[in-house]
C-alpha cells in the first residue's frame, strides 16, 4: 500500500473486525440463536466491504492515479480493469 492515507483507518476497522470474529466463535460455542450470529455475520461482511471500498479508493486516488501520470497506461488501464472484476464478485 504506497500510498496509506487511509491507513489508520484501516487497521482501526480491522481490529474491531477482528473482535466481531472473536464475539461470533464465542456465540457459536455457547449455541447462541441462528439468527443473532448471522446478524453478526452479516455485520462482519459489511465491515469488510467497507474496508475494501477504502483501500481501493486509496489504490484508485494514489496508485492508479501515479501511473498514468508517469505514462504507465497500459499497465493502469490493466489495474482498473482488474478492480473492476473484483468488485463484481
Do not use: F, W
Request: hydrophobic share 35%.
Amino acid at each position: 500500500m504506497k500510498h496509506s492515507y487511509n491507513k489508520p483507518r484501516i487497521v482501526r476497522r480491522l481490529k474491531i473486525i477482528e473482535g466481531q470474529m472473536r464475539g461470533l466463535q464465542e456465540m457459536v460455542e455457547n449455541n447462541t440463536y441462528c439468527i443473532d450470529v448471522i446478524t453478526q455475520t452479516s455485520a462482519v461482511k459489511q465491515g469488510l466491504s467497507n474496508i475494501e471500498d477504502l483501500l481501493l479508493e486509496n489504490h484508485l486516488g494514489g496508485c492508479i492515479l501515479d501511473q498514468i501520470k508517469s505514462g504507465q497506461t497500459d499497465k493502469a488501464r490493466t489495474e482498473i480493469l482488474k478492480v473492476y472484476k473484483l468488485k463484481r464478485k
